[in-house]
């Protein structure tokens, strides 16, 4: 059964009460949306751009916005579901209920603003996946969270997908994690959904790279895929990793310079956190795939959460992120 919404105390709607009349006068800046909402797929890179096409998004919604998200804390954001909702706008929001300390107060604005908002199923560790699905007609399937804290030194990708079964298939998981009972998600055209096959898409999408292989990954610790991508590298793959936390992954990084691969990495000081999770398999060919997605390279994200991400050939958002990974491995500290 889904969590109880709990009714605010007098002091707690007061605090709401105040917390809405700020956001109220919230800009909601940027001119994005016609390019960002324009065809079946397109890439979007932070924090190269800002977080107002997000904004717009949610914005453009005339029947229903739908968001599932690990972690919400940007007052935007939340004036946006709330301006939505306002208007009469069917808005749905799934926050991880473990987060609450970072969660409770966009929850509770929510709740208080009539937003149909409930904390996540503890049939998973943590639900991990970061998704707005607007109308029922598209969905932003991002790599990081709607949490403002981060926004100006994080690197993360996010990609619009219009593709029909794809929005389906994450409305129907959306309506059964809302409602906290078990589905089987379909993976519609491209989608990666964990618990259920996020590890053999990913290692599929590895085993799969005949000329390179590309990979920016926050967590680099889930044994399966740093052995295929090791496993790459010795068959003559080109591999390269942008990474972060040296001292947690070393022994996995080792075994992958070993085999031949390149591994360069950031830290907290250089001003940009690889919070991204994204896989380019042999970029500039004709057979070149992209993944980009919640799911980090660990046993929980990819086998104990609930992610979603997405794997496709669409030469936009190959050419964003795939550019994108470039610069960042050549800026980064080798290995």
């Not at 000329?211 to 926050?218: A, G, H, N």
């Not at 895929?225 to 390269?240: E, H, P, Q, S």
Request: proline share 3%.
């Amino acid at each position: 059964m889904p969590l109880p919404r709990t009714p605010l105390s007098r002091m707690a709607r007061r605090a709401c009460a105040v917390l809405l009349a700020a956001t109220g006068v919230l800009p909601i800046a940027g001119t994005a949306q016609a390019d960002t909402l324009a065809g079946t797929y397109s890439a979007v890179v932070f924090p190269d751009q800002n977080h107002s096409l997000v904004y717009d998004f949610i914005n453009s919604a005339t029947k229903s916005v739908d968001v599932t998200m690990y972690e919400l804390r940007d007052d935007n954001a939340v004036k946006a579901l709330l301006d939505r909702q306002r208007a009469g706008v069917k808005v749905r929001v799934i926050l991880d209920g473990k987060h609450t300390s970072v969660n409770g107060a966009a929850y509770s604005t929510l709740l208080y603003g009539q937003v149909d908002v409930v904390y996540s199923s503890s049939a998973f560790v943590y639900t991990h996946q970061k998704t707005v699905t607007v109308d029922g007609a598209k969905s932003l399937i991002l790599t990081g969270n709607l949490d403002a804290t981060y926004y100006a030194s994080s690197r993360d990708y996010g990609v619009f997908d219009a593709d029909a079964k794809d929005v389906a298939a994450i409305e129907q998981v959306f309506n059964a994690d809302f409602a906290q009972t078990a589905i089987t998600p379909s993976d519609g055209d491209n989608l990666v959904w964990s618990p259920t096959d996020s590890q053999d898409r990913l290692l599929a999408l590895i085993n799969g790279a005949k000329t390179s292989l590309d990979v920016e990954q926050l967590e680099f610790g889930d044994p399966a895929l740093v052995d295929a991508i090791a496993a790459a590298a010795g068959r003559g793959v080109t591999v390269r990793v942008v990474g972060m936390n040296p001292d947690s992954y070393g022994s996995y990084f080792d075994q992958v310079t070993t085999a031949g691969g390149r591994i360069v990495t950031y830290s907290s000081t250089t001003g940009l956190y690889i919070h991204a999770k994204a896989i380019v398999a042999d970029y500039g060919t004709s057979t070149a795939k992209v993944f980009a997605g919640s799911e980090n390279f660990s046993d929980n994200s990819l086998n104990n959460n609930r992610e979603l991400g997405l794997i496709t050939t669409d030469a936009g958002v190959l050419t964003t992120i795939g550019s994108t990974f470039a610069t960042d491995f050549a800026n980064g500290q080798p290995y």
